[in-house]
């Protein structure tokens, strides 16, 4: 006899096909741990008893990604041959997501079955052939793309317009059997969903697809302005509201700001309800502010108050474009003045998100007055000693951008925002001048040294809570003396309230974490969290550690494993104590001391100052730029812990490559770099933070350029800053301390030199080539000089000569880093030990001696 074919087959746990039961046993339960795949005849016979939900055809109203209109859509199938009405009405609809060479075999399959078989098209690709073999066909969209044809609101979409009892999923669509908001709200709108057992059979048998997460109302989704794809509120509040498809930023307001930034519920709002002002008698203006108010249910476009991030408390303001388009007018700059104003008082760093259009019409010059007056209380908060970080969003222009979003110690800005003082259209109308592609963007921002930093919105908790902890690290804002300094934060606290400690309302609220409530500063949970550990693992590199024991940086193995290209002029190559190349007169006078640490300091594969800071400053942030030209990559600031102590960071980087080494100038710094070293300098000595510069140049830069824009001023402002800085400096040359461009960052307290780093007035070529006419002279010149470490500890030069360890630092860079570590970590223990007038007396002493 012919035995029945299965109408679907049950897999094991391990993938196996477990044999179909005998009739006695099919009222037994399945295994727990089974799953059903199903033939495409099983589920017809299904979906005929499954009716879509009365709901299915009234979904959200998303037609941007359905813009075909119904008439439309049917005229262009009919135009490719496929006709809506000669399927009958009884048949249930299959929506089969597949496009691929066998997209229309399984159409067929499905037809064949018994479903009205929907296929899927985009209006690019409307021909496709595979679509002669659908009973139905329904538009995804204008323009084909990998992540629209997994986009679960296209998909469903789609379902609703072709009233498709059941979606097939196969190609590209797959992901889709994975996504629990899709699979909810298909259930939700009784449409069933399978996945394809196999991707290279997939008429083989189909899993059904489902969840036990409730369904989210059907209004909460959102469109990315960047690709057009909609997505599920609650998926994009726990991906910080980035389009997980393109990677767009979606404009935040500010509940959504608190419940992303701020520990959960820590907020709490100052000055909700400041009355209003029509200060021009504008008309028609009071009745356009209750218009907004109603539309947005905000009172204006600030909100102001207190909460904590990581345990820390802070005054925060968040910017609304949503209202006025952010426009300031007088509410806003008293709201922004009074939180300033309070925060002075209460000792208390302030962050401001901004994002605004710039100054309100209709307010006309008392708009304009609200950019003076939170400068000025701003400047109040400055003198105080006290923080201010500023993170521009999109979009901050205008008057907003000349005033308080460009006063931050440090300026942060998320990717792509809109940045600029003047509008783009107001610059073409007035002057006709065309604009380049990404001109006034967060990005353009940096590369012209106008910000601090861009940082993903994934990592701007992290980065906030890093730099408030930094900054708040020493209680007296002007002294190290003797009792004045009291730590209040440390870098492990932070770490561990990031990770375990507290958390915001969205990581909470849509499951990623359990709640724990917020903790006091200091007061971490004991409990960890796998979550929070996977949203700071992408920070590791910046916010930990690397210790003796850790893996070496990328940067450090390119250095130490091979030379990218030749090294300069009369260098030699020392690789495992072998030298390679080099000059006949080293050779020849293998007791030139002075000559060999020229070779050793010029060696490609010496560890670059870069290495050092990855190696013992924990937590370091770099932050950008001169804030008025551009951002000089030859100087590497920053700030981060050494030994448990907050430091600024400044050191002059050559690179570790031929392609970075080209990047960074080859180490030799243009007048932005040593001005931005001026203002970290500036910076360091408000919080009252010790400075450690890491000294590795042959020398500033000499060029045209470098002299239009002030070499020998630059230079000069840093000595001048230096010799006067009150916080305690230490210094260390790592390789090569060339002229007044590395001098610039050695007029210091205690100034150290590796053992084969050389300090010099000039180069050994160049000593030979102005005194001799030969520069072929260059290691008798570098014998001269005396340029070497220990001859310049005999001079007094420096105070201390460090061990590289049993070889040159190229061989072992992480003893020779231990040994940097330890002499500034113990000389700023010393240092921060002694009252600042006495600090400054003897760093005046030190160099008048000369």
């Given at each position: 006899?012919?035995?029945?074919?299965?109408?679907?087959?049950?897999?094991?746990?391990?993938?196996?096909?477990?044999?179909?039961?005998s009739?006695?046993?099919?009222?037994?339960?399945?295994?727990?741990?089974?799953?059903v795949?199903?033939?495409?005849?099983?589920?017809?016979?299904?979906?005929?008893?499954?009716?879509?939900?009365?709901?299915?055809?009234?979904?959200?109203?998303m037609?941007?990604?359905?813009?075909?209109?119904?008439?439309?859509?049917?005229?262009?199938?009919?135009?490719?041959?496929?006709?809506?009405?000669?399927?009958?009405?009884?048949?249930?609809?299959?929506?089969?997501?597949?496009?691929?060479?066998?997209?229309?075999?399984?159409?067929?399959?499905?037809?064949?079955?018994?479903?009205?078989?929907?296929?899927?098209y985009?209006?690019?690709?409307?021909?496709?052939?595979?679509?002669?073999?659908?009973?139905?066909?329904?538009?995804?969209?204008?323009?084909?793309?990998?992540?629209?044809?997994?986009?679960?609101?296209?998909?469903?979409?789609?379902?609703?317009?072709?009233?498709?009892?059941?979606?097939?999923?196969?190609?590209?669509?797959?992901?889709?059997?994975?996504?629990?908001?899709?699979?909810?709200?298909?259930?939700?709108?009784?449409?069933?969903?399978?996945?394809?057992?196999?991707?290279?059979?997939?008429?083989?048998?189909?899993?059904?697809?489902?969840t036990?997460?409730?369904?989210?109302?059907?209004?909460?989704?959102?469109?990315?302005?960047?690709?057009?794809?909609?997505?599920?509120?609650?998926?994009?509040?726990?991906?910080?509201?980035?389009c997980?498809?393109?990677?767009?930023?979606?404009?935040?307001?500010?509940?959504?700001?608190?419940?992303?930034?701020?520990?959960?519920?820590?907020?709490?709002?100052?000055n909700?309800?400041?009355?209003?002002?029509?200060?021009?008698?504008?008309?028609?203006?009071?009745?356009?502010?209750?218009?907004?108010?109603?539309?947005?249910?905000?009172?204006?476009?600030?909100?102001?108050?207190?909460?904590?991030?990581?345990g820390?408390?802070?005054?925060?303001?968040?910017?609304?474009?949503?209202?006025?388009?952010?426009?300031?007018?007088?509410?806003?700059?008293?709201?922004?003045?009074?939180m300033?104003?309070?925060?002075?008082?209460?000792?208390?760093?302030?962050?401001?998100?901004?994002?605004?259009g710039?100054?309100?019409?209709?307010?006309?010059?008392?708009?304009?007055?609200?950019?003076?007056?939170?400068?000025?209380a701003?400047?109040?908060?400055?003198?105080?000693?006290?923080?201010?970080?500023?993170?521009?969003?999109?979009?901050?222009?205008?008057?907003?951008?000349?005033?308080?979003?460009?006063q931050?110690?440090?300026?942060?800005?998320?990717?792509?925002?809109?940045?600029?003082?003047?509008?783009?259209?107001?610059?073409?109308?007035?002057?006709?001048?065309?604009?380049?592609?990404?001109?006034?963007?967060a990005?353009?921002?940096?590369?012209?040294?106008?910000?601090?930093?861009?940082?993903?919105?994934?990592?701007?908790?992290?980065?906030?809570?890093?730099?408030?902890?930094?900054?708040?690290?020493?209680?007296?804002?002007?002294?190290?003396?003797?009792?004045e300094?009291?730590?209040?934060?440390?870098?492990?606290?932070?770490?561990?309230?990031?990770?375990?400690?507290?958390?915001?309302?969205?990581?909470?609220?849509?499951?990623?974490?359990?709640?724990?409530?917020?903790?006091?500063?200091?007061e971490?949970?004991?409990?960890?969290?796998?979550?929070?550990?996977?949203?700071?693992?992408?920070?590791?590199?910046?916010?930990?550690?690397?210790?003796?024991?850790?893996?070496?940086?990328?940067?450090?193995?390119?250095?130490?494993?091979?030379?990218?290209?030749?090294?300069?002029?009369?260098?030699?190559?020392?690789?495992?104590?072998?030298?390679?190349?080099?000059?006949a007169?080293?050779?020849?006078d293998?007791?030139?001391?002075?000559?060999?640490?020229?070779?050793?300091?010029?060696?490609?594969?010496?560890?670059?100052?870069?290495?050092?800071?990855?190696?013992?400053?924990?937590?370091?942030?770099?932050?950008?730029?001169?804030?008025?030209?551009?951002?000089?990559?030859?100087?590497?600031?920053?700030?981060?812990?050494?030994?448990?102590?907050?430091?600024?960071?400044?050191?002059?980087?050559?690179?570790?490559?031929?392609?970075?080494?080209?990047?960074?100038?080859?180490?030799?710094?243009?007048?932005?770099?040593?001005?931005?070293?001026?203002?970290?300098?500036?910076?360091?000595?408000?919080?009252?933070?010790?400075?450690?510069?890491?000294?590795?140049?042959?020398?500033?830069?000499?060029?045209?350029?470098?002299?239009?824009?002030?070499?020998?001023?630059?230079?000069?402002?840093?000595?001048?800053?230096?010799?006067?800085?009150?916080?305690?400096?230490?210094?260390?040359?790592?390789?090569?301390?060339?002229?007044?461009?590395?001098?610039?960052?050695?007029?210091?307290?205690?100034?150290?030199?590796?053992?084969?780093?050389?300090?010099?007035?000039?180069?050994?070529?160049?000593?030979?080539?102005?005194?001799?006419?030969?520069?072929?002279?260059?290691p008798?010149?570098?014998?001269?000089?005396k340029?070497?470490?220990?001859?310049?500890?005999?001079?007094?030069?420096?105070?201390?000569?460090?061990?590289?360890?049993?070889?040159?630092?190229?061989?072992?860079p992480?003893?020779?880093?231990?040994?940097?570590?330890?002499?500034?970590?113990?000389?700023?223990?010393?240092?921060?030990?002694?009252?600042?007038?006495?600090?400054?007396?003897?760093?005046?002493?030190?160099?008048?001696?000369?």
């Amino acid at each position: 006899m012919k035995q029945r074919k299965q109408n679907y087959i049950t897999l094991s746990a391990d993938g196996a096909v477990v044999p179909q039961r005998s009739a006695s046993e099919e009222t037994a339960p399945a295994q727990e741990s089974a799953d059903v795949a199903y033939r495409l005849s099983r589920m017809v016979e299904e979906a005929a008893g499954f009716p879509v939900a009365p709901n299915a055809l009234d979904a959200a109203d998303m037609s941007e990604y359905t813009a075909v209109a119904p008439g439309e859509a049917q005229a262009a199938a009919r135009a490719e041959g496929v006709s809506r009405a000669a399927v009958p009405a009884a048949k249930p609809v299959a929506l089969v997501m597949a496009r691929s060479k066998s997209a229309k075999r399984l159409l067929q399959a499905v037809a064949d079955a018994g479903f009205c078989a929907c296929a899927v098209y985009t209006q690019d690709r409307r021909n496709e052939g595979y679509l002669k073999a659908a009973q139905r066909a329904v538009c995804l969209g204008e323009k084909y793309s990998d992540a629209l044809f997994c986009n679960g609101h296209a998909v469903l979409e789609a379902a609703a317009e072709c009233e498709a009892a059941v979606v097939l999923l196969s190609d590209e669509a797959l992901p889709l059997a994975e996504v629990d908001s899709f699979l909810a709200r298909a259930a939700a709108r009784g449409v069933r969903v399978f996945r394809a057992m196999s991707p290279d059979a997939p008429a083989l048998g189909w899993i059904l697809c489902s969840t036990d997460k409730p369904a989210a109302d059907d209004g909460t989704w959102r469109t990315c302005p960047r690709c057009g794809l909609s997505f599920d509120e609650a998926s994009l509040a726990s991906g910080h509201y980035v389009c997980p498809s393109c990677g767009g930023y979606f404009r935040m307001s500010s509940a959504e700001r608190i419940d992303d930034t701020l520990d959960a519920d820590s907020f709490v709002e100052w000055n909700r309800r400041v009355p209003e002002t029509d200060p021009l008698g504008f008309p028609g203006y009071e009745d356009k502010l209750a218009a907004q108010r109603e539309k947005t249910g905000l009172e204006e476009a600030v909100r102001t108050g207190e909460g904590r991030i990581a345990g820390l408390r802070v005054a925060v303001g968040i910017m609304e474009s949503r209202f006025f388009m952010g426009s300031m007018g007088s509410v806003v700059g008293e709201k922004l003045c009074r939180m300033v104003e309070r925060a002075t008082d209460e000792r208390l760093p302030v962050v401001v998100f901004t994002a605004s259009g710039g100054a309100r019409m209709q307010e006309g010059l008392v708009s304009l007055m609200q950019m003076a007056k939170v400068s000025c209380a701003l400047a109040r908060h400055a003198e105080a000693g006290l923080p201010y970080l500023s993170v521009l969003t999109d979009p901050t222009t205008g008057g907003v951008t000349a005033s308080f979003a460009m006063q931050g110690d440090v300026i942060l800005a998320e990717p792509r925002a809109l940045i600029g003082f003047a509008g783009q259209r107001v610059i073409k109308d007035t002057i006709k001048q065309e604009l380049p592609e990404g001109f006034q963007t967060a990005e353009f921002a940096l590369e012209h040294g106008l910000i601090d930093a861009i940082v993903e919105r994934g990592e701007l908790r992290a980065t906030l809570a890093h730099l408030l902890a930094i900054h708040l690290a020493t209680e007296d804002r002007g002294s190290c003396g003797p009792g004045e300094r009291s730590i209040l934060v440390d870098y492990q606290k932070v770490r561990d309230n990031l990770e375990h400690g507290t958390d915001t309302y969205n990581t909470v609220t849509y499951g990623m974490l359990e709640p724990e409530g917020g903790l006091p500063f200091g007061e971490a949970a004991a409990r960890g969290s796998r979550r929070a550990q996977r949203l700071l693992s992408g920070l590791a590199g910046r916010f930990e550690r690397r210790g003796s024991g850790a893996a070496m940086p990328k940067r450090l193995e390119k250095a130490l494993s091979r030379g990218g290209f030749d090294a300069e002029e009369g260098a030699s190559l020392e690789v495992n104590g072998v030298v390679v190349g080099g000059g006949a007169d080293m050779a020849a006078d293998p007791g030139n001391r002075a000559w060999q640490s020229v070779q050793l300091a010029r060696n490609v594969h010496r560890p670059t100052a870069r290495a050092y800071i990855d190696t013992f400053v924990d937590g370091f942030i770099e932050l950008h730029g001169d804030r008025a030209f551009g951002d000089d990559e030859a100087v590497v600031c920053g700030v981060g812990w050494i030994g448990g102590r907050a430091v600024t960071v400044i050191a002059q980087e050559k690179g570790a490559d031929l392609k970075e080494r080209i990047r960074r100038n080859f180490g030799c710094p243009q007048p932005e770099g040593y001005r931005k070293s001026l203002r970290l300098m500036r910076q360091a000595e408000k919080f009252g933070r010790p400075v450690v510069c890491l000294v590795d140049t042959q020398g500033a830069f000499c060029g045209m350029e470098a002299e239009e824009r002030g070499q020998g001023n630059a230079i000069a402002d840093n000595l001048l800053a230096l010799a006067g800085l009150r916080v305690p400096v230490v210094s260390v040359l790592l390789g090569e301390g060339g002229s007044g461009g590395a001098l610039a960052l050695a007029l210091a307290d205690r100034v150290a030199m590796q053992e084969h780093a050389v300090y010099s007035v000039l180069s050994p070529e160049g000593f030979a080539s102005i005194l001799w006419k030969d520069r072929t002279r260059a290691p008798e010149a570098a014998a001269v000089m005396k340029m070497s470490a220990a001859e310049a500890c005999q001079m007094g030069i420096v105070d201390a000569v460090l061990s590289e360890g049993p070889a040159p630092a190229h061989e072992n860079p992480e003893a020779a880093a231990e040994q940097v570590r330890a002499y500034v970590a113990d000389t700023l223990a010393e240092l921060c030990e002694q009252p600042i007038e006495e600090v400054l007396e003897a760093r005046y002493e030190r160099f008048a001696k000369f």
